[in-house]
């Protein structure tokens, strides 16, 4: 039988993070790779999910979601943002952002258009693209002052006639930057300037650390109408396996996002969206205390890494450090991954499989600090047997 997938996903394969994690299990390696936390989300919302299954909410929810959760979607980004959005039309519950942002590209892209993204991207990314028969155009963020930022006059050259959007994840996965109003506020021109729709890629919207300001792309002038906003409750409220998204936008973006969804996976998981929407209106001071103790964590690998002998780039935001691996003499992050349990017991993720110009990202590592401090610490110990210290 000649190879049945179909042309446009050959180049995708298994994922790094599920290629990654299954190595640290065969090792007994520590995974810094994947990006889950190792505890748990605020009780009172898992027993709130817990409550919801024994009370039988066990079948199909609204297409849409549950009406409390969309209202409770709602009413948070009306109270953090200032952006209203009508919960019947507006609103939509998906199954994780990575759901959200599929239906997103499937719905709004002809077979042909292109959809520009930052790379490093995440790598579900490059998949919705490519199930649309989408082209991706890929605008390289870059080392500047210690941070990963992109060059203006690139996001610009990047647009031709066929744009179709701009897929904007911030703060940004893998990369830990935030990106500045001053940035977001290039995105915005671009979009108005040539009439383009901007998805954006929003989970890590409460994960941002030191003072630095998560702001919405739809907040800016004039993208608010032409503005898919997605985020979910994983990154939030530590339940990655919850799965449990949403979409705000305009009612004809929303709509259309729902007409592919409903053919996707119809609705999603009513016991975690009835949790969910509690915790929206409940728990954000959990998520306060998670952001500080994240932010603590983060310190905490980004220390114990430059003793290992790595250059660390400070993340801003996210679960991940990006590290440069040039200093303890290796110069292929892909290579360095694969050995990296053999040589220190830990796992990470090569950045350079997220960019379409690999070349660009081949000496980076990334860390996940979204673990108990003993595992990082361990890790750390280990990792300073690249240098040569057996402390």
């Known amino acids: 039988m000649s190879e049945p997938l179909v042309r446009r996903m050959r180049e995708f394969g298994t994922t790094v993070f599920a290629t990654m994690t299954k190595l640290a299990v065969e090792t007994g390696s520590i995974n810094l790779g994947q990006g889950f936390p190792d505890t748990d989300g605020p009780e009172r919302m898992l027993e709130r999910a817990v409550e919801a299954v024994r009370s039988g909410l066990n079948q199909y929810p609204p297409g849409p979601g549950l009406p409390e959760l969309r209202q409770a979607v709602a009413e948070h980004r009306k109270q953090w943002y200032g952006l209203a959005y009508d919960p019947d039309g507006e609103v939509l519950v998906t199954v994780g952002a990575t759901e959200a942002i599929a239906a997103a590209i499937l719905a709004l892209c002809e077979p042909g258009d292109e959809v520009v993204v930052f790379e490093p991207y995440y790598d579900s990314y490059a998949a919705a693209v490519a199930l649309a028969g989408a082209v991706r155009r890929a605008v390289t963020l ?130 975690w969206q009835a949790a969910v929407a509690y915790a929206l209106r409940e728990e954000m001071e959990w998520v306060a205390a998670q952001r500080a103790a994240l932010q603590a964590k983060r310190d905490r690998l980004v220390t114990g890494l430059a003793k290992a002998g790595f250059d660390v780039l400070r993340p801003a935001g996210t679960y991940f450090v990006q590290t440069d691996i040039r200093p303890l003499g290796f110069d292929d992050g ?30 980076f590592l990334r860390f996940a600090f979204c673990k108990r401090d003993e595992v990082i610490d361990e890790a750390v110990t280990r990792l300073r047997r690249l240098g040569g210290d057996q402390a």
């Open 142 to 271: 870059r080392v500047d002052a210690g941070r990963f930022t992109f060059d203006p006059a690139e996001l610009e050259a990047a647009i031709t006639p066929r744009t179709r959007a701009i897929l904007v994840n911030s703060p940004h996965n893998p990369t830990g930057t935030v990106f500045t109003r001053e940035e977001l506020e290039c995105v915005a021109r671009v979009c108005l300037e040539h009439d383009l729709i901007a998805v954006t890629d929003e989970v890590y919207e409460h994960l941002a650390f030191d003072g630095v300001e998560h702001v919405p792309l739809a907040t800016l002038p004039g993208m608010r109408e032409r503005t898919v906003m997605i985020s979910s409750a994983g990154k939030t409220f530590s339940v990655t396996g919850w799965k449990t998204g949403w979409v705000c936008a305009p009612a004809p973006l929303a709509g259309a996002v729902q007409a592919v969804k409903q053919f996707l996976t119809f609705t999603a998981n009513a016991p």
């Open 334 to 363: 892909l290579e360095l991954a694969r050995r990296l349990p053999e040589l220190a017991g830990v796992v990470a993720i090569p950045t350079q499989v997220f960019y379409d110009h690999p070349a660009r990202g081949r000496h």
